[in-house]
């Protein structure tokens, strides 16, 4: 069986005492049995109904899986107890043995642990008897589980066949009958999504009412019995308003009008956009060109009310506009429009992206929001990074949102539609962990237990509404938060709950307390982490937990989708701080924490998914870990401009477009026209995924990867003169401004800073000036290339795959010779552009010196990354592009062309044993 069943009791006999009142009152034991394909059918039974949504976690075999339980049969028992029936998929062969494990989300909390008060049940497939019921079974089952156990009655004999057909509003259902079914349940929702919704009928026909026109939507009929149900596949149906003659001009003439049976159009001026919406006090819909005018039907318009309009429109990735009209009563309108003919580009609306957005520009390349120069202006205060006042233990660090959890295959490490639009928030962590403090923790967190309290600053945008336009509940208009994650699992946590809101004046507000308006203007918000009977974890100085917060968007600027985002999941060590440790293993290495652990010292990033498949792909594209708040906002644009094409101002994702973009993501239309016979278009077209390039027109050396630019440029200079002492390299000296400095950056050290490698490569590559050096006409501006420089400088260092520190494949490297020019560590300095660099030990593997190894003088490559940059840039772990051309395939090969200053260091190679070769080999590839 697996082995985090013992080792989660071995916590519990050690440390906590799992079998609380709390729990007893809300876990019973459940029954199973097998329905006739040998299917575990599971019932359980539970003091409480359970109106949240419900999961299934079993170890069969000792492999994990993990699903969502649809359909589950809902019974009122006497005494307020509530049974649940379900039929899973899980497959009882003989000597199958299974853990289960039912739980989900009640009341705003996640509740756990279920079935059983010790957490997972076993079956063993063997000692399930002909009636179905386990010998191994609890004696404690409700009497109406066992005769239900011992029926023999059995579950539908199969799917409904459906058929559906839709009309204005409704979609109309028939489906086949099916043998042994007493009722059916239809289930629907928008397609591809969560079918949320549901009715039940005996008959074999349903017709679904209150759709949304011009929206797909798919439908499961489910056929039902006391002892299972059978459920169809989806089947998808898009309701359509009937074709209408557009209105006479004497009636509704308007440019852009709302008609008083809720109609909202906008006249077509010429665009053909794929991607049109129509918005009514931003709820967006999907609009239907109608003749000469796009439009949709508002259910939810009252005469003589005022709405605020919006029309969105977007003919590919370089024609769009966004028009607004405030103020119009239902029969009114305005007769004239920015999206009129000939305006599809925003070239006359302040600049397409810029108009109705919330990064408040108007036009021109110096637009695109925040005071660029020195920060973003997103309202984060305090210092980022981690220190000690007092005994409390004050973090600080900023976070992008993402619209997958860490476990999640495909929407995790990517970003997301519209990243650069406040979807970034900032957390403060204030831990009375620590002895010392404990005489703080009363006055800070209402308890004498050690406690975290944690801030959450946030400038992204809150629902408050559904996509239909239906309010949410008070739980959902609030950012919520969760700690002490469920390892081998996506989503749960042991515990979370909705932030407080915090006040103006510094007053805590309880969210489902706060008044819509006051969630909707809030800002900051409040959580306390603190020991709980039910969480059989340690709650004390040197335990690691790990949190996330969610958050519900409002609607992205084109798509109009309203979606749950969630936090990074962070891992902090309490009373200590962020570390890069993982715990869970099926999130990657665990115990990944020793001396080389953090290779870029705290800006190393401390996910690197085994499960997440094509996410590792991203591994060099995210942002430092202990991101200092004032940066995140310059850093999201920057990775903007970094993405953007200068010829046509598209966005360009080469992997993965953002999962809400429709096609990829909005244009940066002001930076349409700038580039000049360029090379490549864009930056990331030389940089693939921020990994090793593919040799460009015109030069000899290939592109080299991106991460960890700004902790090389904070090494001192002092520190790169003594290396060269110690090993014979030479010192790059560039005149830049009419000072000699060191150059750094660039295969020959070219480059004296992040900023001078940025806008050098912006000329020479793409054809775009800037103000630095020789590098110009300034055509870029100063704010613009501020953030090119902070998306550069702040790229994160992946955590290694194994613990590096006194391996056999480290000692190798370093007696052989190989760590004289690959220095292995080196501390930056304190005076750094960048506060997150400043004072961190890293682990580089370079000296940045120019060494010659028979081919010319080349600077010594920086080896972190390095068993990663193949998968990334071409999805092969071993399909490596090493030295200068990129032409060395493999490690050896590289080795072999260390001739001149490498050849002593080659010859050591080439004399050690094959396994001092293959750990050498090994220890580079986990770099």
């Known amino acids: 069986m697996s082995k985090q069943i013992p080792f989660k009791l071995a916590i519990v006999a050690g440390a906590v005492t799992l079998i609380s009142s709390a729990i007893a009152a809300q876990a019973a034991p459940i029954d199973v049995s097998l329905n006739s394909a040998g299917e575990l059918l599971l019932e359980y039974t539970f003091d409480e109904q359970k109106s949240g949504g419900m999961w299934l976690s079993a170890y069969e075999n000792g492999q994990w899986s993990f699903t969502t339980i649809t359909g589950a049969t809902e019974t009122g028992l006497a005494g307020g107890q509530w049974r649940y029936l379900y039929q899973s998929d899980l497959q009882c062969d003989s000597g199958d043995e299974f853990s289960l494990r039912v739980q989900g989300n009640y009341s705003q909390v996640d509740w756990l642990p279920g079935p059983t008060a010790d957490d997972f049940y076993e079956v063993s497939c063997a000692m399930l008897g002909s009636s179905g019921a386990s010998s191994s079974s609890s004696s404690a089952a409700s009497s109406e589980s066992s005769s239900s156990s011992s029926s023999s009655i059995s579950p539908p004999a199969h799917a409904p066949v459906v058929n559906a057909s839709a009309s204005d509003a409704q979609v109309q259902l028939s489906w086949s009958s099916v043998s042994g079914a007493t009722g059916y349940r239809v289930e629907y929702g928008y397609a591809t999504g969560a079918l949320q919704d549901s009715q039940s009928t005996d008959q074999t026909a349903l017709t679904v009412t209150g759709l949304d026109n011009g929206f797909d939507y798919d439908f499961v009929v489910v056929a039902v019995n006391s002892r299972g149900e059978n459920a169809s596949a989806r089947i998808t149906a898009t309701p359509e308003a009937p074709a209408a003659e557009p209105e006479s001009p004497a009636v509704g003439g308007y440019a852009f009008g709302l008609q008083s049976d809720g109609t909202l159009y906008h006249i077509d001026g010429g665009q053909t956009g794929a991607w049109a919406y129509l918005c009514l006090n931003s709820d967006c819909r999907q609009a239907v060109l109608n003749g000469n005018r796009y439009q949709y039907t508002f259910s939810n318009v009252t005469p003589g009310q005022s709405y605020d309009l919006q029309f969105k429109v977007q003919d590919d990735a370089s024609s769009q506009c966004i028009a607004d009209a405030s103020g119009i009563a ?66 600080n660090v900023a976070e992008r949102y993402r619209v997958r959890h860490e476990l999640s295959g495909n929407d995790f490490n990517n970003f997301n539609i519209e990243y650069w639009r406040a979807r970034y928030g900032a957390l403060e962590l204030r831990d009375y962990t620590r002895p010392e403090a404990a005489s703080q923790r009363q006055a800070a967190c209402g308890t004498s237990d050690p ?179 004032s940066n995140i906002q310059n850093w999201l644009q920057g990775r903007r401009l970094f993405h953007t094409n200068f010829v046509n101002g598209n966005h360009i994702e080469q992997f993965m477009p953002g999962p809400q973009a429709i096609g990829g993501n909005l244009p940066f239309p002001e930076m349409a026209g700038k580039a000049s016979n360029p090379v490549q278009s864009s930056c990331t077209e030389c940089h693939t995924n921020n990994s090793v390039g593919q040799m460009q027109t015109g030069a000899d050396v290939v592109p080299p990867k991106m991460i960890g630019l700004g902790l090389l440029e904070a090494i001192s200079d002092s520190q790169i003169e003594a290396w060269a002492q110690e090993n014979g390299g030479t010192v790059s000296r560039i005149a830049l401004d009419g000072v000699e400095q060191i150059g750094r950056f660039g295969w020959r050290a070219e480059a004296v800073s992040v900023e001078h490698q940025v806008a050098k490569a912006l000329h020479d590559d793409i054809g775009v000036g800037t103000h630095v050096a020789e590098f110009g006409p300034s055509e870029l501006s100063a704010d613009h290339l501020h953030d090119l420089v902070t998306y550069s400088s702040l790229l994160a260092v992946p955590v290694p795959r194994a613990n590096l520190a006194g391996s056999q494949g480290l000692a190798e490297f370093e007696s052989l010779g190989c760590a004289a020019c690959h220095q292995p560590t080196v501390t930056t300095g ?56 990129g032409v060395a395939s493999s490690i050896d090969e590289a080795v072999q062309r260390h001739n001149g200053d490498g050849a002593d260091a080659k010859t050591a190679y080439n004399n050690a044993s094959s396994s001092a070769r293959q750990a050498i080999d090994r220890f580079l590839m986990n770099l």
Not at 362 to 381: E, H, I, L, V
Request: net charge negative; proline share 5%.
């Open 330 to 395: 239902p029969g009114n309108g305005v007769t004239s429009s920015p999206c009129g003919s000939g305006n599809a580009s925003g070239n006359d609306t302040g600049g397409g992206d810029n108009s109705g957005g919330d990064d408040n520009s108007g036009g021109g390349d110096s637009s695109g929001g925040g005071d660029n120069g020195s920060g973003a202006d997103n309202g984060f205060g305090g210092a980022g990074g981690v220190r000690v006042e007092n005994g409390v233990v004050i973090a």
């Open 451 to 629: 406690c975290v309290v944690v801030r959450l600053d946030s400038a992204v945008p809150l629902a408050m509404s559904d996509a239909s336009g239906n309010g949410k509940d008070c739980n959902q208009q609030s950012p919520n938060f969760r700690y002490h994650k469920f390892y081998g699992d996506e989503t749960n946590f042991y515990y979370g709950y909705v932030m407080d809101l915090i006040m103006p004046d510094g007053s805590i507000l309880a969210a489902c307390n706060a008044t819509q308006a006051q969630r909707a203007a809030a800002t900051s918000w409040q959580a306390v982490m603190r020991p709980d009977q039910n969480i059989p974890r340690p709650f004390a100085q040197g335990a690691q937990v790990e949190f996330e917060v969610t958050i519900n968007f409002d609607r992205a600027q084109v798509t109009g989708d309203n979606v749950n985002y969630y936090g990074q999941t962070f891992k902090y060590v309490l009373g200590e701080g962020f570390v890069v440790n993982n715990q869970d293993p099926a999130i990657g290495p665990v115990a990944v924490n020793d001396a080389f652990a953090k290779l870029g010292g705290d800006t190393t990033v401390p996910h690197l998914s085994e499960t997440g498949g094509n996410q590792r792909r991203f591994s060099f594209m995210q942002h430092a870990y202990n991101m200092n708040p």
């Open 830 to 885: 304190s005076d750094t552009a960048f506060p997150e660099l400043a004072n961190q030990t890293i682990h580089p593997f370079t000296d940045l010196l120019l060494h010659d190894l028979g081919e010319g003088e080349f600077r010594t490559a920086p080896l972190w990354g390095l068993g990663l940059s193949g998968y990334i840039a071409n999805g092969s772990a071993s399909s490596l592009s090493l030295m200068h051309d």
